[in-house]
């Protein structure tokens, strides 16, 4: 993201769309469309496109299960799928949008680069009938019921222990637990973004001095990916680890791993939201995705390969890492947290 934010910089401000008079309606309009026939507008002008192309940062079944079901359900409506981390993704959208060469039409990626679209204009605000059924603090609001995004997944980090290493008296329930005795030299942490956002929670709640006192425990720092990090509390590799996503402990659990998960006192939130960017070159076919993601369907699709729903609450309390914040801002709060992280690692 930092070397990203360098092309901030030089990206020049794209001018916004101009409503229309006449037909056909602008993007603007037509994602402010709410009339009863919303669906069949966008299906109409969909089919005359016949193609779209979607940039994701989900990995995995996702990927092809929502687009196969989006295809069936509009015959005649080609979607293309372009899939690549948060960096490659708006990398991709700014070298597009300073070439003024705009091939994407629906977006689904995490916070922070839908953040920094926002902020140089290149999201239109849009309706969905589905948004209703969203609570207000997943979507990302602007004048007359449009939002710039709304969540369409959750995936919550929390601490998942090996119950044949860590007996369940000495197994954590909250992060000050971290700090037990017996359990030095059995904690693991994933870094990258996972392991930051962790540290960010652990500061919201229990300040630097809490930090401070983990280096103690032998933390042990491991540079892989989330899924590799619950596979490694699996083996037994590690004791426990804070840094375990809900829904790969799920999914080791059915297939009867010695795992449980335990939410901490704040539990870090990677949420992914959907967003209709200002220059779509097929308008209709990406609204029309939009509000499929974003509907009871397409929301049980991505429940299938194990993510989590906005529209529903869950038994603890979430923490947005990126709540509030400017990207600039939250640039430089992520660089503190892998700071504190690679510290803590330090012998």
Do not use: C
Not at 29 to 48: I, M, T
Not at 283 to 294: I, K, N, R, V
Request: proline content about 7%; overall charge positive; cysteine-free.
């Amino acid at each position: 993201m930092r070397v990203v934010l360098l092309i901030f910089g030089t990206l020049l401000w794209l001018p916004s769309v101009s409503a229309q008079t006449g037909k056909p309606m602008s993007i603007a309009e037509l994602a402010a469309y709410n009339k009863p026939d919303r669906e069949q507008v966008l299906l109409d002008g969909a089919k005359k496109e016949g193609r779209m192309m979607w940039y994701t940062s989900l990995t995995g079944g996702p990927n092809q299960e929502v687009p196969k079901a989006f295809e069936a359900k509009y015959p005649g409506i080609k979607v293309d799928v372009y899939r690549g981390d948060s960096d490659a993704i708006i990398q991709r959208v700014l070298q597009e949008a300073q070439a003024k060469r705009y091939l994407v039409d629906t977006i689904e990626t995490t916070f922070p680069i839908l953040k920094v679209m926002q902020e140089y204009k290149l999201l239109t605000p849009y309706f969905s009938p589905h948004l209703a059924s969203y609570p207000d603090e997943v979507k990302e609001k602007t004048d007359k019921g449009l939002v710039y995004w709304a969540t369409d997944r959750e995936s919550y980090i929390g601490l998942a222990y090996n119950t044949n290493v860590v007996p369940e008296k000495a197994a954590p329930k909250n992060f000050d637990d971290l700090l037990k005795p017996e359990l030095k030299g059995k904690i693991g942490f994933a870094t990258s973004d996972t392991g930051n956002r962790v540290i960010g929670a652990m500061l919201a709640t229990k300040g630097p001095e809490f930090i401070s006192k983990l280096k103690a425990q032998d933390i042990i720092l491991h540079g892989v990916s989330g899924r590799a990090i619950a596979d490694m509390v699996v083996s037994g590799e590690l004791g426990l680890s804070p840094t375990v996503f809900l829904s790969h402990s799920r999914t080791s659990i059915s297939k009867g791993a010695p795992i449980k998960w335990v939410a901490m006192d704040l539990v870090p939130t990677n949420a992914g939201g959907v967003a209709v960017p200002a220059k779509a070159p097929h308008p209709h076919s990406a609204l029309l995705f939009a509000d499929y993601l974003l509907s009871p369907e397409g929301q049980k699709i991505l429940g299938k390969f194990g993510l989590d729903s906005a529209v529903n609450k869950p038994p603890f309390k979430r923490y947005y890492a990126e709540a509030g914040m400017t990207v600039e801002q939250y640039e430089r709060e992520n660089a503190r947290w892998e700071k504190l992280l690679r510290d803590i690692g330090k012998k």
